[in-house]
C-alpha cells in the first residue's frame, strides 16, 4: 500500500545500521544493519510500477551506499541499481538518499555517472568538517577524505547535486571549529543542506560527554549557519534562470494552471520546489519547464 501519491515512492532497501555514531540511538532500536536482496527490491519496484503510474522510486535505509555488505559480503548496491536501471517500466528517475561518506567505491561512482535513470542528486551527511568532532561523532572519516570524495563527484558526475546534512553544537565544538565548518560549507556551497542542532539521545556515548554546547549557543550557530546557505541555494538557483529542465509535478495549486512539482535535484518531502504555470499538464506528469525566477530555496516557470 503507497502512502506516497501514485508517481512517486520509497522503497526501503535495508534496516538497522552498524555505523555506531556516537550521537545517534538507531542501531538499539533497529538492530544490525540487514540488507534485503537484489531481487527482493527488484520485485518490489517492478510490482509498484505495474500501473504506469510510478515516475520515481527513492532508495531508502540507514546507509545505502554499504547495501548488501551483510547478505553478499561486498557492497552490492552497483549491482542493485544497475539492475533496477534495466528494468522495463514507466520510472524515469531513481533517486538514491542517505549514503555513507565512508562507503562510496569508484564502482558506485562510475553507475550513477553512468545511468540516466539515476538522479545526479546525492544525499551525503557529513555532520561536521572538523576531524576531532568526526573522530567524537565516530564517522569513520577525515577532512582529507570527504573534500576528496566532494571533488571527485563533481569531477566524474555531471551537473551533480550535493545535499548535505551538518550537526551544530556537538560536544566539545568550539568557536574556531564552528568557524571550520562555515568556512568548509562557504567553500564547497553544496547545492542543498540541512542543519540541525546536536540533542542529546539517552543511551548514546555523546549523552555523557563533556563540553555539552549551551542551548543558546546552539541556536546562535545554527541560525548563521543557515543564513550562509541561503544566500549560497539563491545564488544557486539563479544561475538556473532560462534553463529549461524536467519537473516531476506533484500537486496543483489553488490557482487553475499553477502546478508544483520538483527537478531531479529536489527529493520529494526534503528540497525545493517549482512553481509551474501551464495549460495540459496533470498531477504525476513528467514535463519541461523553463525556468523563469528563483527564490532562496524554490524556482517558478512555464511548461515549453
Known amino acids: 500500500v503507497l502512502m506516497t501519491p501514485p508517481h512517486y515512492a520509497f522503497v526501503k532497501i535495508s534496516e538497522g545500521c552498524d555505523n555506531h555514531c556516537s550521537y545517534c540511538v538507531i542501531p538499539r532500536l533497529r538492530g544490525r544493519f540487514r540488507s534485503r536482496s537484489i531481487r527482493s527490491g527488484a520485485r518490489e519496484m517492478e510490482m509498484l510500477s505495474a500501473d504506469g503510474r510510478l515516475k520515481e522510486v527513492n532508495l531508502i535505509g540507514q546507509d545505502t551506499t554499504l547495501f548488501g555488505m551483510d547478505r553478499y559480503g561486498r557492497a552490492a548496491f552497483p ?12 520510472v524515469r528517475w531513481i533517486r538514491i538518499l542517505y549514503t555513507h ?11 550513477i555517472a553512468g545511468q540516466p535513470k539515476i538522479c545526479k542528486y546525492l544525499d551525503l551527511p557529513i555532520q561536521h568538517i572538523n576531524d576531532r568532532l568526526l573522530r567524537s561523532m565516530n564517522r569513520r572519516t577525515t577532512k582529507k577524505k570527504i573534500v576528496g570524495l566532494i571533488s571527485k563527484l563533481r569531477a ?9 546534512s551538518i550537526i551544530v553544537g556537538f560536544p566539545g565544538e568550539t ?15 553544496f547545492e542543498k543542506l540541512g542543519a540541525f542542532v546536536y540533542s542529546k539521545e539517552d543511551g548514546t556515548r555523546a549523552a555523557s560527554y563533556a563540553c555539552q554546547i549551551p542551548e543558546e549557543a546552539k541556536a546562535e550557530r545554527l541560525d548563521e549557519l543557515m543564513r550562509l546557505q541561503q544566500e549560497i541555494s539563491a545564488d544557486a538557483n539563479s544561475s538556473m534562470i532560462g534553463r529549461t529542465v524536467d519537473v516531476l509535478v506533484d500537486e496543483e495549486e489553488g490557482e487553475k494552471g499553477l502546478f508544483i512539482g520538483r527537478t531531479q535535484s529536489d527529493a520529494p518531502e526534503v528540497d525545493g520546489a517549482v512553481y509551474v504555470r501551464g495549460r495540459g499538464i496533470a498531477v504525476g506528469d513528467m514535463c519541461r519547464v523553463r525556468l523563469t525566477d528563483a527564490m532562496e530555496y524554490d524556482l517558478t516557470g512555464e511548461v515549453a
Do not use: W
Open 175 to 189: 568557536d574556531s571549529d564552528f568557524r571550520e565548518l562555515l568556512s568548509f560549507v562557504r567553500e564547497t556551497k
Open 101 to 111: 561518506p565512508a562507503h562510496y567505491s569508484d564502482e558506485l561512482i562510475s553507475v
Open 156 to 164: 566524474r558526475i555531471t551537473g551533480v547535486c550535493l545535499r548535505t
Open 79 to 90: 549491482e542493485l541499481l544497475n539492475r533496477l536501471c534495466r528494468l522495463e517500466n514507466s
